[in-house]
């Protein structure tokens, strides 16, 4: 069985910096990756659905990887590999590891239905990736249209040695994840990570409920790390007074579509990324979506200094 | 455990006949479900989705159902009865057993997900209706988009043994059919019917498969009659030369949508129906799509005179 | 055209109050329709989802109605009467308009695709219900998985004059609802009311970008209604501090399934419910949600007064 | 406008051949091709969904496409790019062209839901593969989930002028087929060529409504090829009694997920694969469904020699 336990306090879920060009600004992604680790990231994902991997050329993609991997130097960095085939997905997962990454993320495809259909999914993503790969299961429903009960989650951990970590993005999930923990107190259920994400709208109570961690992409991962800080030194007011104050921002990247134009414009006024250039095609916001964002920043820049751009 | 056993031959899907302006047509309905009765039906189902049932007033649908029971007397009346609440569901359960069904059949609402999701909704669904009305599962993923694997099914006539029998209509459905049997053989799972639908498109093999009849609508419900009796006097190749006669008008009403106004036409054109009106909202035929089907009726006469209209 | 200019202001979407044997609990109701009429509701919303009307017989949902209709005395009430035949949507908005609603809500059916399915579905359903009903379209595409763009809309509002407002709950809306008033300025729409819900979780920035209201169902409808006015007169800041007191409470209503479980227990502390029951198939919260609950209002106590219970 | 001419006739859509071992089989994937080269064929489709396109490595595909191109020398080769990120699908398209494809299909992803979305989604494919290459529209709902109006396939057609083809498989499709003809013969949609598939359910009478020829993959293209002859030719009847004849078979093979393998199963007994395996995951027929194609073939072979194997 691989190594859990490092799966556990914030891994930013990294977007890719592009200039207005279209071309990727690695610039602005080495500053990226230098922040995550600076600011005490325990890792980061890359290659996710925030990422605008399927707008990368493979050359790209193994690049992005590597750089992360060198600024993140010794954390571990999740890469996304979700595919519609599995010949895809062995190779950029066999590259990825080459290049340096922890663990792979698999999403099941939304044409799954049953509980045996979404087992024997991971029992064949693993036979076409090797059982050497650590992965990890994206459990996101409200994206992928596929339903995981505990039960199913607990059978392809079980089937699989090599699963290290679970996303946990259902909706609501805050159950899900209390019987996780309990079946695993029992241990009718083996260790497993198991990080949060979702936009982190539910991050507050899903560190009271268990979870390692978070494994979102919010534009201060600042506050996602000093809230689970608090949350796993008992100090639930701090964290939920922190995490309140965000939540109004945080709220406004819950936009599907959006969310990731609001996160690159927030990560530029941060100085962060050189520019909030999508690569074609991109979600693009309006002047007066701007002037809102601008307004929740100022607003939390009354309690957040960070905030203050 | 309620009788299963009279689940077995062919149970037309009625259509509910419909005069032009829109109301229904009495005369033709019983001119229908005589015709049933006198070609040897062995039960029928009323107020299916091909019976315009979302479209008919409470007193229609029970009047409907009165005028089945009684011209097939004797025989078992299934009556639809999926609605999205079980307040609607009950009350319509009820009135129907009352006016003489003989069980109702339900479909399993498109919001379902999960085994535990399906088992759950049959469960409450038995629970809205009483445990003393027998009832019929409809699996039908081509329409419900809910799949039901053997297993899920088993589970829900085990639990509850009100259920008598299983409309079988997923796609493909032939090793279903035989594991199912296979079970039912091995004594992991009680007697049940299962009778198959699809518009008949795999009839001929699934009674090879073991089913116990026909369950569908098709225009010529003597053709079904006939199949299904060569099919249990061990005629397959009989029953292969008169479904394969049928095959090229039967595939032609296993359109979406459009298959409910093939199958009035014909009805039509063989003096059963008085018109092939539906209520609206409704789909009708071009006269294009006429004269292909009077040309498949043209082509049908060669082999079987009925067809000579 | 039917009057638009009253669909403006807060209309909170009323929950259907039970006792914990499933009847229902009439003494909560008239309390609850008192409570919306006191602190100010402009007009109510009986019979949603969240009303739980796929459980109620027939004869009680027009008993709700009819209550709802007294104690908010003169006050518009829409009423729910989205079905998946057009013979249950016209009984039950011909009954609804009798009862002394004001308009019906409709929403489409999930089986809806194109633009022109969209289109015509309101065409048929206003020849169903009839030319003189007003009534209001749902755009709530998280739940009904129909997606219709700002040109949709106007060719809804276009064709059918009895459309008084739309209920606003795209995800994201607010690009929608600036289009549509631009729309409405230029003149190449006609006056229509807008109110918004999805929960409310925008509501905030929904007001700035021209919404009427807000037709939600959040468990402090005092809320709702300070934040609308204050936006109303141009009190930007002081509606977005109210709006973020009460962020995380609404926020954790935002859970499908689980919310209406969420807004009855509040309700139930608050006094305005005697229950937090739901008809058989409900949800309900664990100790560990009421205790996350509990704990929100708390908090939320702090600034809010009406919190503290 | 590229040349749509050549769009005519019979492309069959080719079945990647797999040794048992998962590799791939040239030998049996050029006798399949210069099978189709020799039976008549007008072209061929690779690398579609039946194609197992996804299983295999880009170098694997790219060499299918060579010896596809060698063996059909001069007749043109329709290949499948749609992939869920435009990077991919850029990559791939510009391989297929230098590797001498006519043109590349697309299917759109099943996200998709407005009328404008559609539109806007061909518009983006074609910025990322080049207006210079030549594209088919596969409109296939029963697997897209993607429902696109004739006004949509107008739009698409109008903007795009690389559009060269339409792949019209939605269902039921015959009357789209004569609106798209109709708006030709009218001069308000440009020529364009219209291929039909699914399965070849209705090529009979697609045929009759003005389709150029077939694009599907039944495992007897010969009669495919017989029939689009007769009815180009006129010979209605003709092409009927022809199809009449293998409809039992090709109706077997419409079983999703599993008509793959039913077409491999008669392939490899007619000669053409040496074997009959998938690539993993792959479908496997059990002994009772052979048995039945075997049943199958042995009925048709009494009025087409061909099938007497």
Redesign the interface.
């Known amino acids: 069985m691989s190594d859990v336990s490092k799966y556990t306090g914030v891994f930013p879920i990294a977007p890719t910096p592009f200039n207005p060009d279209g071309s990727i600004d690695w610039k602005s992604a080495d500053r990226l990756f230098n922040c995550y680790n600076e600011i005490g990231s325990d890792g980061a994902t890359v290659l996710g659905i925030m990422g605008e991997?399927?707008?990368?050329?493979p050359h790209e993609s193994l690049e992005l990887l590597k750089r992360a991997v060198k600024a993140l130097a010794g954390k571990p960095i999740i890469v996304g590999v979700s595919?519609?085939?599995?010949?895809?997905m062995r190779?950029l997962a066999r590259e990825a590891m080459e290049a340096g990454a922890a663990s792979v993320m698999i999403a099941p495809p939304?044409t799954l239905?049953?509980?045996?259909?979404i087992v024997g999914y991971y029992v064949?993503a693993v036979?076409a990736i090797g059982a050497d790969v650590p992965f990890v299961i994206q459990d996101y429903?409200l994206i992928t249209n596929?339903?995981?009960?505990p039960?199913?989650i607990r059978r392809i951990v079980t089937d699989n040695p090599s699963c290290v970590m679970l996303k946990a993005e259902d909706?609501?999930g805050?159950?899900k994840i209390?019987l996780l923990r309990k079946w695993q107190a029992e241990g009718s259920l083996r260790p497993l990570g198991i990080m949060v994400a979702n936009g982190g709208?539910?991050l507050?109570?899903e560190m009271?409920?268990g979870a390692d961690g978070s494994n979102t992409g919010y534009a201060f991962p600042e506050m996602l790390i000093e809230v689970v800080r608090h949350a796993k030194a008992g100090n639930r007011d701090a964290a939920?007074d922190l995490?309140?104050a965000h939540?109004?921002l945080l709220?406004?990247e819950?936009?599907?579509?959006?969310g990731l134009a609001v996160r690159k414009y927030v990560m530029m006024r941060r100085g962060i990324l050189a520019s909030d250039a999508q690569r074609?095609?991109g979600s693009v916001l309006?002047a007066?979506?701007k002037a809102?964002v601008d307004y929740l920043l100022a607003?939390l820049a009354r309690t957040d200094k960070r905030a203050a751009l």
């Open positions: 991997a399927p707008k990368l050329e595919a519609p085939g599995f010949a895809a190779s939304n239905r049953t509980d045996d259909q064949q036979e429903p596929v339903v995981m009960t039960g199913v909706w609501p805050l159950e209390s709208l539910f507050d109570f009271d409920r939920h995490f309140d939540l109004p709220r406004y819950q936009q599907p579509v959006l074609k095609p309006t007066t979506a809102e607003r």
